[in-house]
């Protein structure tokens, strides 16, 4: 991974901490409120205009050669 390349992946995981992404599993879940996509003015939009949550937690997983998972709402409800 080159400098640029690493900025990058660190920002995702600064942006995946935001959104209560737990990327430190064996599988990384996904969830139907990762499909937001970054759209309006927000500290996000500069580095991931347009780009859903779930996208980053895609990159990072491959990243970290690790697998995702989608979970629906009501496993993820469930746990609590």
């Not at 779930?54 to 989608?70: F, P, Q």
Request: proline residues 1%.
């Amino acid at each position: 991974m080159n400098e640029k390349e690493k900025v990058f992946y660190d920002e995702c995981l600064v942006f995946l901490d935001h959104f209560g992404v737990d990327y430190s599993k064996e599988v990384i879940e996904l969830t139907s409120g990762g499909n937001s996509c970054i759209m309006v003015a927000t500290e996000w939009a500069k580095s991931f205009p347009g780009v859903s949550i779930n996208s980053v937690a895609i990159y990072v997983a491959e990243k970290m050669d690790k697998k995702t998972v989608y979970i629906s709402d009501y496993e993820y409800l469930d746990e609590e």
